[in-house]
């Protein structure tokens, strides 16, 4: 008969593992369960002092479930583990099923599947800010090894960075086994890629692994977003130079990337072809689409906005094969991709970016619907890339008069987005923007042309992005980002209104400047010690009582950064 152990942040190991007494560690009751069995986590943040290990078996149709007790939320935190050691570590453990649990704060790394560990599935996990004390991984879900048939669905895996920025991945797959399936899953705001299929293990030829319905946007950037590690949604290929290994030989259906600092789709030197159906790539900083070498095969993919394409290999029925632009409608912005999952677990409603290729469309909508295809199309298969599709005119978009939350995007011409009263949404693609946000707490986030950004009334989030943005403080408890590029933070009287305090991050001394228009001047700073001893902000107070706070400046001469 299967047994269900129960554990909790006041539980004690000397106890039965019952509800009434619980154990305190996963480990201690994973290491009590037989096939069959479940373990039970009660709600609250648990902080080993050693990673967890998980190594016992279960069986086909006999798996060992762990998750969060129902209607509660348990969270494994790695800030007390010493440096070195990953969160959550299942070492040849088979037949497992973990559901329903965040892991946080791994020095190494959250979650680690290594040895012989197949036929596991991890399913709505929570993984992010590991890799805080690592030199060299820092990943958020890595599979290693070779193991086979594992299924990882619907796991969210974001903000994990290295010390160095180049090597936290949200996943990471480098097992030589067969059968290991990513569905569902989200990779944003990772130091490194999204999903990177790069073969760590010498000699060896990777397990073909199947993609389909991920999502991975944001990746390539630190916490403050500065550019930094490869960047790429998914990296599909790679090994190490001389060491007699093979790479590739995937298969990618319908997943999305965006936004990426790299490519969203890229070969990376694999030796095997691999099969891409149905995936959409935009806006991402290098290629949407990057292939030079492997005969891959493209069917019905989608490129579109300010990413590049290569191809190699044979397509049909991709934008690139078509002689119109892509249309999409209501492109997905940052709180759309990062909102909250169904309660199946599933992502978010995909309807916000819906691509419709037929030809009579994007004829007929070009001019008002302001998109554009990849600005360089090169293909190395016998295929017609198809050149872009620009407005001669810059599109004027605006959140209308109801007091309800409105969502307006730019994709690629110069475009004037305008909010109202409400939350607004903005976001640009790689043209030169102008956005408005008015009143309520609005989010504006520029592309990677040189973007105004004017707030309102609010508490806003102004993101630059990348290019020489000027972005306006105008009252409230603002967040402006600058973001790369030389970017102007502008602050003027905000008279009748609360003026709350601006908070200024991603600022470089000597490349970005402050702007003090209405007569304002800066009268005084002083430094604020955030972590004693470890971060300084800088506090500046402005003629009229405005208080600024700049994130990680130190040490400067403020009178200096004014234009």
């Known amino acids: 008969m299967a047994n269900t152990f129960y554990v909790s942040p006041t539980g004690s190991d000397a106890q039965s593992g019952t509800l009434e007494s619980p154990f305190a560690s996963l480990e201690y009751a994973h290491s009590r369960a037989q096939p069959g069995d479940t373990i039970l986590l009660r709600g609250g943040v648990y902080t080993p002092l050693s990673g967890i290990d998980l190594t016992s078996d279960g069986t086909s149709g006999k798996p060992i479930v762990v998750a969060s007790y129902p209607g509660e939320h348990a969270v494994l935190d790695g800030s007390r583990l010493p440096q070195g050691e990953y969160v959550l570590n299942m070492q040849d453990a088979s037949w497992n099923h973990l559901v329903g649990i965040e892991i946080r704060n791994g020095p190494e790394g959250g979650l680690i599947m290594q040895g012989n560990s197949h036929d596991n599935i991890i399913e709505r996990l929570d993984v992010h800010h590991n890799g805080g004390r690592s030199e060299w991984d820092g990943k958020g879900i890595s599979l290693y090894g070779t193991g086979g048939n594992n299924l990882l669905l619907n796991n969210d895996s974001h903000d994990n960075h290295d010390l160095h920025g180049d090597n936290a991945d949200g996943f990471q797959i480098s097992s030589t086994g067969q059968g290991n399936v990513l569905s569902g899953n989200r990779a944003w705001g990772n130091s490194d890629d999204g999903f990177d299929l790069f073969n760590v293990q010498d000699g060896t030829q990777a397990g073909a692994v199947h993609l389909e319905g991920n999502w991975a946007f944001d990746n390539g950037f630190d916490a403050a977003g500065?550019?930094?590690?490869?960047?790429?949604?998914?990296?599909?290929?790679?090994?190490?130079?001389?060491?007699?290994?093979?790479?590739?030989?995937?298969?990618?259906?319908?997943?999305?990337?965006?936004?990426?600092?790299?490519?969203?789709?890229?070969?990376?030197g694999a030796t095997a072809p691999s099969t891409l159906e149905g995936n959409t790539a935009h806006d991402n900083g290098s290629y949407n689409f990057g292939f030079w070498e492997q005969d891959n095969t493209f069917q019905d993919d989608v490129s579109y906005g300010s990413g590049r394409l290569a191809i190699s290999g044979s397509s049909s029925g991709s934008s690139w094969d078509v002689d119109a632009a892509p249309v999409t409608t209501d492109p997905m912005t940052d709180a759309d991709a990062r909102a909250a999952r169904g309660s199946d677990g599933s992502l978010p409603g995909m309807s916000a970016d819906t691509v419709t290729e037929t030809a009579t469309a994007a004829t007929s909508t070009a001019a008002t619907s302001n998109i554009a295809t990849s600005n360089t199309a090169t293909s190395t298969a016998a295929t017609s890339a198809a050149g872009p599709v620009t407005d001669p005119l810059a599109s004027v978009t605006t959140g209308g008069a109801s007091a309800t939350d409105k969502t307006a995007t730019g994709v690629s011409s110069n475009d004037v987005l305008l909010g109202n009263a409400s939350d607004d949404r903005s976001s640009g693609g790689c043209g030169n923007h102008v956005f408005h946000g008015g009143a309520g707490d609005d989010t504006l986030k520029g592309g990677r042309g040189n973007d105004v950004l004017h707030g309102g009334a609010g508490n806003d989030t102004?993101?630059?992005?990348?290019?020489?943005?000027?972005?306006?403080?105008?009252?409230?408890?603002?967040?402006?980002?600058?973001?790369?590029?030389?970017?102007?933070?502008?602050?003027?009287?905000?008279?009748?209104?609360?003026?709350?305090?601006?908070?200024?991050?991603?600022?470089?001394?000597?490349?970005?400047?402050?702007?003090?228009?209405?007569?304002?001047?800066?009268?005084?700073?002083?430094?604020?010690?955030?972590?004693?001893?470890?971060?300084?902000?800088?506090?500046?107070?402005?003629?009229?009582?405005?208080?600024i706070h700049v994130t990680g400046v130190s040490e400067a001469n403020p009178w200096d950064w004014l234009v």
């Open 462 to 547: 102004l993101k630059g992005g990348a290019g020489d943005d000027v972005l306006f403080g105008e009252g409230g408890n603002d967040l402006l980002i600058g973001g790369r590029g030389a970017d102007t933070f502008v602050f003027g009287a905000v008279t009748g209104r609360d003026g709350g305090t601006a908070t200024v991050r991603d600022f470089t001394p000597g490349v970005d400047h402050f702007k003090l228009t209405d007569g304002l001047s800066l009268v005084s700073f002083h430094t604020l010690d955030i972590d004693c001893g470890g971060r300084h902000d800088l506090a500046l107070t402005l003629s009229d009582g405005q208080s």
């Open 226 to 268: 500065n550019r930094v590690g490869d960047g790429n949604g998914f990296k599909l290929g790679g090994q190490r130079p001389d060491a007699g290994s093979e790479s590739g030989g995937h298969t990618l259906v319908h997943n999305m990337a965006w936004d990426n600092g790299g490519s969203g789709f890229d070969e990376n």
